[in-house]
């Protein structure tokens, strides 16, 4: 961290790489690899190397030097001397509820705009991951996980992008909500009025925080029913009854965000003519 408490460089967490020696945890650090027993399942397709499922998905600070320093309640003889009331703490005792705060956090907001909510975040995580701008995720590229002197031993090292010592990295929580934005969609028609029957062509545009428009589900009629899906952002319509059509469309994402729009519709009665 530099001064202002900003984060200047991460690395997988390895003790006997970035700790004091006269730490006495000092064969201490994360773990990372293949499983045996899964297959690579398909949202870890372009990510991770090797046919199994890898692990871990995330990386968030564990090294319990200098730690997440606690106040000890416990009885003084039980909390360590050396730091009087406050102790440090780490591992994924400190590492997993911390993420799992920030999910709940994405969670509560999601439910309070009406977006999908995370539920099983893994296939999430990792479209967030090949899709949001810089920042989202900070990528952890420093060293290794080895702590053993053990020549069997070789998995992780971290690199660019998913690796088995670190996953994809850290996310920022506050820019991850961002990429989770709903699309600002606006909603256009090629004839606003005109005589029954009309036939237009209505056009969608969206911006997206992250990812891409996915696909487009238009009502036609304002019935709250969905009439057409199409993956492209115009669509060909008669309006052939008189009176004002409210066209709907709304948009989902490759991130499963979703955003709507109207744009009414005039149709006029054809004039009649008597003499």
């Not at 009331?85 to 309070?112: D, H, I, K, M, Y």
């Not at 069997?152 to 996310?171: R, V």
């Not at 009025?193 to 009309?198: E, K, M, Q, Y």
């Not at 009439?227 to 009854?241: G, K, S």
Request: aromatic letters at 10%; proline letters at 10%; one cysteine or more.
């Amino acid at each position: 961290l530099d001064a202002a408490n900003h984060i200047t460089g991460q690395g997988v967490w390895n003790d006997r790489l970035w700790s004091d020696p006269s730490f006495a945890f000092d064969s201490w650090g994360g773990g990372g690899g293949y499983s045996t027993f899964f297959d690579r399942p398909v949202w870890q397709d372009g990510a991770v190397p090797e046919p199994a499922r890898g692990v871990p998905d995330v990386a968030f600070y564990a090294d319990l030097l200098p730690g997440y320093l606690i106040y000890c309640t416990n009885d003084p003889a039980e909390c360590l001397p050396a730091t009087g009331p406050f102790e440090a703490v780490g591992g994924t005792s400190a590492a997993t509820p911390l993420f799992a705060g920030v999910l709940a956090l994405l969670t509560q907001w999601t439910r309070a705009i009406d977006q999908p909510t995370p539920g099983f975040v893994t296939p999430l995580l990792y479209a967030v991951a090949h899709a949001a701008p810089p920042g989202v995720v900070r990528d952890v590229t420093a060293v290794n996980n080895i702590v053993f002197d053990d020549p069997s031993i070789t998995c992780c090292t971290a690199g660019p992008g998913w690796d088995a010592a670190s996953g994809w990295g850290s996310y920022d929580a506050t820019a991850l909500r961002a990429a989770l934005e709903p699309p600002l969609v606006t909603l256009t028609s090629s004839r606003p009025a005109g005589v029954a029957p009309l036939a237009v062509v209505l056009s969608a545009e969206a911006v997206v925080a992250a990812g891409a428009p996915l696909r487009y589900a238009w009502d036609l009629d304002g019935d709250g029913v969905d009439d057409e899906i199409t993956e492209t952002n115009q669509l060909a319509t008669p309006f052939p009854a008189p009176g004002v059509a409210q066209p709907r469309v709304t948009v989902t994402t490759t991130l499963g965000r979703r955003g709507s729009a109207s744009a009414p519709v005039l149709v006029q009665r054809r004039p009649t003519f008597t003499g």
